[in-house]
């Protein structure tokens, strides 16, 4: 014993070295010599040496090129290997750090780093970019119609039956998908209301007034909607939009017909319908009416009642949460208001529903 210290969890460790004549006294008593000395001495731990000497007198011992077929591992320099990846027993589960500067600059100049910097702002810009769907029906209508869009995805184990297409187009396109449980979804979605299923797209931008009516149509109509933002009214709008085949939505923010409420509500209605964007909503229904599109506004107690009115091919139908003064603010005689015929009892309907109601009389109209 020659050296003793205290590790780290307070015991002391006590270490024993050999010598190399203690590992030749070893091995001769397993070869059995050591058994012939001491019947000739009679003393096992006679410190004669023997007549071949120590291993590292005895040249027969020693190990070479010559006495061994099997080549001599020796530890890799730094010039035999082009880069850290290149050595064959050295695992590198990363690239390592950046160098100092003058490691960095190579012959012609340019600096190279293996560390990768993320920029903060780029990562701010890509969320912004981003939004949740969730909903089966809406998810699995996305998936349809714009699987690209899609960034990552989770499900709960009992939904996976019915995305097994979507989970394998995931998997060859390298998408990040998640089988979690209800509780791991709910967080990832935001709400208990998520379906069993979460995806985060990349949000469409919505048209320009000038890039939809680039577009020729015999037959359109347009939904304009002035201060509405209820996620679940524009889902429902956006659900009757598709079913009586109306394209596009003129609102202030495209972005919230993208909300994963509203594409939940829609049920699937959100990839049919087109957003554009009318951040001046009266500059945009100039531009239609010089297309040609009439403007049809509503009210609750005044206008023409809608089963008597004319609705044209061309129109765009215009919705406001608080109605009344609506035909006034937009201020042109050549528009057409209408009204919804009712009992009195309440003071107007939902603006989901009376959106359905227009739509359903404008399809009837013009139904080809």
């Known amino acids: 014993m020659n050296d003793s210290f205290s590790g780290k969890n307070g015991k ?7 010598s190399d004549d203690d590992s030749s006294s070893n091995k001769d008593k397993r070869s059995g010599k050591g058994r012939q000395d001491k019947g000739r001495a009679g003393n096992p731990r006679s410190d004669s040496p023997r007549p071949g000497g120590t291993r590292k007198d005895n040249p027969r011992r020693e190990r070479g090129p010559q006495n061994s077929d099997r080549p001599r591992r020796s530890e890799p320099k730094e ?8 050595s064959p027993w ?43 769907v969730y909903g089966e029906t809406a998810c699995k209508a996305l998936y349809q119609n714009r699987p690209e869009s899609i960034v990552r995805a989770w499900f709960v184990q009992s939904v996976t039956p019915r995305f097994r297409e979507a989970l394998r187009w995931m998997a060859a ?8 449980d209800d509780a791991e979804l709910t967080k990832a979605s935001g709400t208990e209301h998520h379906g069993g299923v979460c995806f985060i797209i990349k949000r469409r931008k919505g048209f320009s007034t000038a890039d939809y009516l680039e577009q020729p149509r015999e037959r359109d109509c347009v939904l304009a909607l002035d201060g509405i933002a209820n996620p679940h009214n524009l889902g429902a709008m956006m659900r009757s939009c598709a ?18 409420a509203a594409v939940r ?16 909503i009266f500059e945009a229904l100039d531009e239609f009416r010089k297309a040609g599109y009439a403007i049809v506004t509503t009210s ?24 009344d003064n609506l035909a ?23 603006i989901s529903v009376a959106a359905g109601i227009l739509l359903a009389e404008w399809n009837r109209q013009n139904a080809q």
């Open 300 to 323: 609750n107690n005044s206008g023409t009642p809608l089963e008597k009115a004319t609705l044209p091919e061309k129109v765009v139908l215009v919705l406001k949460q608080d109605d």
């Open 265 to 280: 509500t829609a049920e699937g209605g959100a990839e049919h319908v087109q957003a554009i964007d009318g951040e001046d």
């Open 79 to 86: 010039d035999d290997y082009d880069s850290p990846y290149s």
């Open 243 to 260: 079913h009586f085949g109306v394209n596009g939505v003129l609102l202030n923010d495209p972005a919230l017909l993208e909300s994963g």
């Open 12 to 18: 002391v460790k006590v270490m024993y070295v050999r």
């Open 328 to 350: 006034e603010s937009i201020g042109n005689k050549n528009d057409l208001n209408v009204s919804i015929s009712g009992t009195g009892k309440v003071r107007g309907l939902n």
């Open 173 to 180: 396109n390298r998408k990040a998908y998640h089988v979690v």
């Open 90 to 132: 050295k695992t590198v589960s990363r690239p390592p750090v950046a160098v100092e500067q003058d490691e960095q600059e190579g012959q012609d100049g340019e600096q190279a780093s293996w560390r990768t910097r993320i920029d903060p702002e780029q990562i701010r810009r890509q969320r912004a970019e981003e939004t949740r």
